[in-house]
């Protein structure tokens, strides 16, 4: 045997035979709904209350769910949802629970047909993703909702960005839904992120929702703890969590809003580098390169979703900051721009449309755009990069679709900047 081979043998076999740091990880993922939820008890009574006439044979309130990401709103959902599917077969009230996020199901035609496969193993029926009139999905929905006496609740998580995206039909035609039916009776749970989301919503849609809403506040970080511990025990084998670790992930994400989701992927991903590197402890630092792997992971896939101008517009900060350029004012990029543009064989935008770009790539926090002051010379922007050039190319390096940018040749480069110092 040769020792390449030898060494294929083996290639899975160390990580195998490594020291095991965790016990059952998907408990520290979004998707796991835990046995108990720390914190929640106040939101989980509101929504028993609101729910409770359903195992009356009662049609509840339709619920709006609000809160920041992280508050804990869809695992508390999911976990209220779940309690009363097991307390309708005691009462013998059919329940059936249809959980949407709408940011993958993000039509209101792939809603109506999300509903209607739901029910595909009772029906025989399945409705394509796409191609039929939404009109005739809709009325295939009524019918096999329809077809025996039942309570549907429809969760719609994100439904912002469902609303923001196709306006509020989906709504006023599933708040309306049940005069339409004998037999069956729909509620609808909506969670959202955003506290104005019902400012989308045209008055016609306002008047038939007869809602009720719930408001999830954030995590402080001895909440955050809470919840890591709890969920800690499950996760990893005994003794091989420092002291530090939980209070210091807890720590970290409260300054994030006390966002839970940050605070278990800090955690899991602490575990994930002790784990690869044979650690026989989670420490203190292996969180802190957790951070910097999730800080730059969440960047990497801001940056490799921005509009080509918007990438256009980095690119020209990046340019001016390895010449030394920054801090720069519009103008100052709006000159690279343009040579880039023309580099890439693209019509440039306006200034004007640029100057909204930068604050754009300001407010997702790539860039820093401030205002100063230049006395009787006016207002201008400073800019400069929050991430290093470095990294900001290696992340345009990863995505092919912004080779072209990386290989442009800038003919008059050093009169370029030779216009700009």
Not at 195 to 206: G, I, P, Q, S, T
Not at 238 to 260: M, N, R, S, Y
């Amino acid at each position: 045997m040769g020792e390449e081979q030898r060494y294929l043998d083996s290639l899975f076999e160390k990580y195998l035979n490594a020291k095991r740091i965790f016990k059952n990880k998907e408990v520290l993922r979004h998707s796991y709904t835990p046995k108990e939820l720390p914190h929640r008890r106040e939101q989980i009574e509101t929504l028993a209350h609101i729910l409770v006439p359903v195992l009356k044979g009662e049609t509840p309130s339709n619920i709006f769910v609000y809160g920041k990401t992280g508050t804990g709103k869809t695992v508390t959902i999911k976990f209220i949802t779940e309690e009363l599917k097991k307390a309708s077969i005691k009462y013998s009230v059919p329940v059936d629970v249809i959980y949407l996020n709408c940011e993958v199901v993000d039509t209101q035609y792939r809603v109506l047909a999300n509903i209607v496969n739901y029910f595909k193993h009772e029906s025989g029926f399945e409705v394509p993703l796409v191609g039929w009139p939404t009109d005739e999905v809709y009325s295939k929905l009524k019918e096999i909702i329809d077809a025996r006496e039942r309570f549907v609740i429809i969760i719609l998580d994100e439904i912002d960005k469902l609303i923001k995206k196709n306006g509020d039909d989906i709504l006023y035609n599933l708040t309306r839904i049940n005069t339409e039916l004998e037999n069956a009776r729909v509620s609808i749970i909506g969670i959202s992120n955003d506290l104005r989301f019902k400012e989308y919503l045209d008055a016609r849609v306002l008047s038939s929702l007869s809602e009720e809403e719930v408001v999830f506040p954030p995590y402080d970080a001895s909440q955050l703890r809470d919840i890591l511990t709890q969920r800690a025990m499950n996760a990893f084998n005994d003794g091989v969590l420092d002291a530090a670790v939980i209070p210091l992930c807890a720590a970290l994400a409260a300054k994030e809003h006390g966002d839970a989701r940050k605070a278990l992927d800090l955690l899991r991903v602490s575990g994930e580098i002790a784990e690869r590197e044979g650690a026989d402890k989670v420490l203190e630092r292996h969180v802190r390169k957790a951070q910097e792997k999730i800080e730059h992971d969440t960047m990497e896939e801001v940056i490799k979703t921005l509009p080509l101008h918007s990438k256009l517009v980095l690119y020209s900060i990046v340019i001016l900051d390895e010449n030394g350029s920054l801090p720069a004012n519009t103008g100052e990029v709006y000159v690279v721009y343009k040579e880039i543009c023309e580099g890439m064989d693209v019509e440039p935008l306006t200034q004007r449309r640029v100057s909204d770009l930068i604050n754009e790539l300001d407010m997702l926090g790539i860039i820093n755009a401030k205002v100063v002051s230049k006395g009787r010379y006016g207002r201008t922007k400073e800019i400069r990069l929050n991430i290093p050039a470095i990294k900001v190319k290696s992340m345009f390096r990863r995505d092919y679709h912004l080779h072209p940018i990386l290989s442009i040749d800038f003919p008059r480069q050093k009169k370029l900047f030779e216009g700009l110092s």
